[in-house]
């Protein structure tokens, strides 16, 4: 007793192997797009990382420049004539003749 299978229902079976074939390798090349995001995405990281670190550098080696100009800037001991020149006025003296 063989069985056999109406022609109606093989074309059908045909169909759905087909259609299994499909979505088996729309899953397959959606794994594969996810993979090459997941991989973009990583580069995309470091790439910025490795802009924050120049950004970071430049920064640093400004502030160093900024502060040896201040440095290079600095006065030694000031003398009595700038001293005397920055001291606050006293207050004015009134004399009152002797009329």
Same mark, same amino acid.
């Given at each position: 007793?063989?069985?056999?299978?109406?022609?109606?229902?093989?074309?059908? %079976?045909? !169909?759905?192997?087909?259609? $299994? /074939? &499909?979505? =088996?390798?729309?899953?397959?090349?959606? @794994? *594969? +797009?996810?993979?090459?995001?997941?991989?973009?995405?990583?580069? %995309?990281? !470091?790439?910025?990382?490795? $802009? /924050? &670190?120049? =950004?970071?550098?430049?920064?640093?080696? @400004? *502030? +160093?420049?900024?502060?040896?100009?201040?440095?290079?800037?600095?006065?030694?001991?000031?003398?009595?004539?700038?001293?005397?020149?920055?001291?606050?006025?006293?207050?004015?003296?009134?004399?009152?003749?002797?009329?």
């Amino acid at each position: 007793m063989s069985k056999t299978l109406s022609p109606s229902l093989q074309s059908k %079976r045909e !169909a759905l192997a087909s259609i $299994q /074939l &499909e979505i =088996k390798q729309a899953q397959e090349k959606a @794994k *594969a +797009q996810k993979a090459e995001f997941i991989l973009q995405k990583a580069q %995309r990281k !470091a790439e910025r990382e490795a $802009q /924050l &670190e120049t =950004k970071l550098t430049l920064k640093l080696e @400004k *502030a +160093q420049a900024r502060l040896a100009k201040l440095l290079s800037k600095q006065v030694g001991p000031v003398g009595s004539k700038a001293i005397k020149a920055n001291k606050r006025p006293s207050k004015a003296i009134v004399t009152t003749s002797g009329v």
